[in-house]
């Protein structure tokens, strides 16, 4: 199964909308002192595309076709598209993600100061 038709799976579908209830707001927004539930822009505005109102579940260490890290619900976050494109734009120049821990260490075994 490729990386991308694990999301058309119906197990990810069912699993996406049960953290959705757990965590309903964008976590990055959260941090920022906005309680963004997918209707706002980064910035806390409106969203005025309606295309762009919607929350990602995003994965924290990226799973690059890892079925572990794909399931592990613990690397699971609720993102905003704009939060989502910002994260996602980054790791893709970066080659790893920025991601830390509550110990302030990154996460992503892909980041240079775990290999
Ligand atoms: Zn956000």
């Avoid at 959705?20 to 002192?33: D, F, K, S, T, W």
């Avoid at 969203?47 to 890892?66: E, M, N, S, Y």
Wanted: net charge positive; proline share 6%.
């Amino acid at each position: 199964m490729s990386r991308h038709s694990l999301y058309k799976t119906a197990r990810w579908k069912a699993a996406r909308l049960a953290h959705l209830r757990q965590e309903p707001l964008c976590r990055m927004c959260q941090l920022r002192g906005i309680l963004n539930d997918g209707s706002l822009t980064v910035a806390g505005a409106w969203q005025p595309r309606k295309k762009r109102r919607f929350l990602a579940v995003d994965h924290v260490i990226p799973h690059r076709g890892d079925l572990v890290l794909f399931w592990d619900q613990s690397n699971w976050q609720t993102l905003c598209p704009d939060h989502h494109d910002i994260v996602k734009q980054r790791e893709e120049v970066r080659g790893f993600s920025n991601a830390r821990g509550l110990d302030g260490w990154p996460l992503d075994p892909q980041h240079p100061a775990n290999r």
